[in-house]
């Protein structure tokens, strides 16, 4: 779940404005080749069809950006290192993408041999030369009903076998032929009108296209779905709420031993009366999930119950929310799960994506994946089995977790937010570390009991800013030591964070603030070496890919809906000047 503040139209037209007059001062000193004496490379555009084995190999291939969170491992790491502590500061842009589609802007563009993909947030689709920001064609998507909690969104595509594959907010899965940008496929996942949706970026394996769905907060019942890539017919279906079971063991505590103050005889008590709440039980698949090849397993985080704060209806642990899952991705038969937080009553779910890495345990590298929650604390579990390795140190503050919600109001933290919310995570090979966007945003819950209406918002809740603490908001990113679980560095922002990370064999890592700056860092320090002023909130994670022999950084640079940040609508691309 996300808290939602819908921006004053006055704070719009001014953001738009102070937008304008940026992309003006842009285009008269960097973008225009005459003024600075750079001359364009006309080179024919050619769209490669990817394959199976170049998606495979895409963490090894630094000219391109090929998925949403580069390879499968998720890492967002771009083994470029053109661009390093010593020069970054000569970073300029070299063109700018307008969308013409002002609003909360997410999106990770992906990168073919010099072709860009962009989503908008009303699942706009276009193709543009990635040397110049000429515009090649654009997918206008005719959206049905659409109902969601968060903003409109869209945070990316794949590609794939000469096409390119979105999800929509209006819960439909379609393909596009990546040349033209014209419909080959489109089908729907779900009914829309009952609060099905999707933001997030398909994942594209060995013909299947992997999607999850959202919408927990109007009662609806997650799943992720494997579609064939050609003709977009379903091949496995998987549901985070099971039919049996999902009450779990009835858990008093967290898997690390922190009380959940729960009043588990209530909730007992309640279970008849609540048999089939595992209908509406919720558990949105908000973004990517990670992939191993070689264990045949997908890695899924999966989002809140519903309602969000009123356990009373749906008691016991509400398997499978709150949980990182792995499934064997060839059957979508669930092989391991591990749920960090059973019968969340905080809106605390699992929406930053599976990161793969591997780790040190006792001297022996061990294959983990990774995960930030909203709890505040990166929790490294073994890849193949499940068993949490160790959690990290808490990368905000925390105070009076887990306390129940009550009629009155109880303040806690990490907020609704987080934590990291759906912000993804960077990690570097090099550093061994993790680099995580955070939130602190005192909150204040306040439960009641209100009965599920189709298509409307069913939160039985809520949370607001701490009566008082309205201005002590901060943003925090954070370096921390997989194998240890230790933080290295933390780098205090004004503003809550959200966007995500990008991190470079250049010993660099990448990330955008709300106010408009993009920021870059040493790596190991933390040192932060250099700014830019984008004109609209930086709240979408980087990329680095290469053109004509020239390392690249791209961001989308738009703003964002849930935190307020000034909108905007383009993709910025830096370089160093030649």
Same mark, same amino acid.
């Given at each position: @779940?996300?808290?939602? !503040?819908?921006? !004053?139209?006055?704070?719009? %037209?001014?953001?738009?404005a102070s937008v304008g007059v940026a992309y003006l001062i842009l285009a008269f000193f960097f973008i225009s080749p005459a003024l600075s004496g750079e001359k364009m490379m006309k080179k024919e555009v050619t769209h490669t069809e990817v394959t199976d084995e170049m998606l495979l190999n895409a963490g090894k291939d630094g000219k391109n950006w090929l998925m949403y969170?580069?390879?499968?491992?998720?890492?967002?790491?771009?083994?470029?290192?053109?661009?390093?502590?010593?020069?970054?500061?000569?970073?300029?842009?070299?063109? %700018?993408?307008?969308?013409?589609?002002v609003d909360s802007f997410e999106n990770t563009p992906v990168v073919v041999d010099g072709v860009m993909y962009i989503t908008t947030p009303h699942n706009h689709v276009i193709a543009v030369d990635a040397r110049t920001g000429k515009q090649l064609w654009r997918y206008e998507h005719k959206a049905g009903e659409r109902i969601f909690c968060c903003g409109p969104n869209n945070r990316g595509v794949a590609v794939a076998y000469g096409k390119v594959? @979105?999800?929509t907010l209006d819960a439909r899965v379609l393909a596009l032929d990546q040349k033209t940008g014209k419909v080959v496929w489109d089908?729907? @996942?779900?009914d829309p009108s009952a609060g099905y949706g999707n933001s997030m970026a398909p994942l594209v394996y060995k013909n299947m296209v992997i999607v999850g769905t959202s919408g927990a907060e109007y009662g609806i019942r997650g799943f992720v779905t494997a579609y064939n890539a050609q003709d977009g017919k379903m091949i496995w279906r998987w549901y985070t709420i099971p039919e049996k079971g999902w009450e779990g063991e009835w858990k008093a505590t967290t898997p690390e031993g922190e009380n959940l103050n729960r009043d588990i005889a209530a909730e007992k008590a309640a279970m008849e009366k609540h048999a089939e709440a595992w209908k509406t039980g919720g558990g949105s698949v908000w973004m990517t999930p990670a992939l191993d090849p070689e264990l045949g397993l997908l890695y899924v985080c999966i989002g809140n119950p519903s309602p969000d704060l009123d356990g009373s209806v749906r008691p016991g642990d509400n398997l499978y929310t709150e949980s990182i899952v792995a499934l064997d991705v060839n059957k979508g038969e669930m092989k391991w799960y591990y749920q960090y937080l059973p019968h969340d009553v905080w809106d605390l779910d699992a929406t930053s994506p599976a990161v793969l890495f591997d780790v040190t345990v006792k001297g022996k590298k061990v294959k983990a994946v990774g995960h930030a929650g909203k709890t505040g604390w990166v929790y490294i579990l073994d890849r193949q089995t499940g068993k949490l390795i160790h959690k990290?140190? &808490?990368?905000?503050p925390q105070e009076n977790m887990f306390a129940q919600p009550t009629e009155k109001g109880t303040r806690m933290l990490p907020g609704a937010n987080g934590g990291s919310e759906w912000s993804p995570i960077a990690y570097s090979p090099k550093t061994e570390m993790v680099y995580v966007t955070g939130l602190h945003q005192p909150m204040h819950y306040i439960v009641h009991t209100a009965p599920l209406e189709k298509g409307k918002l069913w939160l039985g809740s809520a949370f607001v800013a701490a009566p008082g603490e309205?201005?002590?908001?901060h943003g925090t990113f954070t370096a921390i030591d997989v194998n240890t679980g230790k933080k290295v560095w933390q780098h205090k922002t004004e503003q809550p964070m959200m966007g995500g990370a990008l991190a470079t064999a250049g010993g660099l890592v990448f990330t955008g603030e709300g106010n408009g700056y993009f920021d870059a860092f040493d790596a190991k320090t933390?040192?932060?070496l250099w700014q830019f002023q984008c004109g609209a909130g930086v709240n979408a994670a980087p990329i680095s890919f290469e053109v004509d022999g020239?390392? @690249?950084? =791209? %961001? &989308? =640079?738009?703003?964002?809906?849930q935190l307020g940040y000034p909108y905007g609508d383009a993709v910025f691309v830096f370089g160093l000047p030649k």
């Open positions: @779940m996300r808290i939602t !503040k819908q921006m !004053k139209f006055k704070k719009r %037209v001014a953001a738009c969170g580069r390879d499968y491992t998720n890492q967002r790491y771009s083994p470029l290192a053109q661009i390093t502590p010593q020069n970054v500061q000569r970073l300029v842009p070299k063109w %700018v993408y307008q969308t013409g589609v594959y @979105m999800a089908i729907e @996942m779900a990290s140190e &808490a990368f905000v309205e201005k002590d908001q933390g040192k932060l020239q390392q @690249m950084i =791209a %961001v &989308a =640079a738009g703003g964002n809906f």
